[in-house]
Nanobody
């Protein structure tokens, strides 16, 4: 398995921004679909955004559309999630995971430790 390590979370006030990073412990991510997911206490895990293989199309949940941007940083072997205008409803543990069968077959692991995002005044 290739571990995916999430980072960049923190405690911020409403309206602030954070950039999360999903980095592979080895291998490259640039040909694989990677998604961001989140889980708040007492709620089901939900998809937030994903980027397809070979760095093309992107997808966003309605809650993220217009505020979040997913992108690749191939120099750092990472997929980032830029989050703007954060609200308390964005508070959750954020995870990255393979988002295609090809990515799964390549051995990228799902559901690491995640990174905590807390939005509070």
């Amino acid at each position: 398995q290739v571990q995916l390590v999430e980072s960049g979370g923190g405690l911020v006030q409403p309206g602030a921004s954070l950039t999360l990073s999903c980095a592979a412990s080895k291998s490259t991510l640039d040909y694989y679909a990677i998604g961001w997911f989140r889980q708040a206490p007492g709620k089901e895990r939900e998809g937030v955004s994903c980027i397809n293989g070979r760095g093309g199309n992107t997808y966003y949940a309605d809650s993220a559309k217009g505020r979040f941007t997913i992108s690749r940083d191939n120099t750092k072997n990472a997929v980032n999630l830029q989050m703007n205008r954060l609200t308390p409803e964005d508070t959750a543990v954020y995870y990255c995971a393979p988002s295609s069968g090809r990515a799964v077959r390549a051995g990228f692991a799902s559901w690491g430790q995640g990174t905590q995002v807390t939005v509070s005044s």
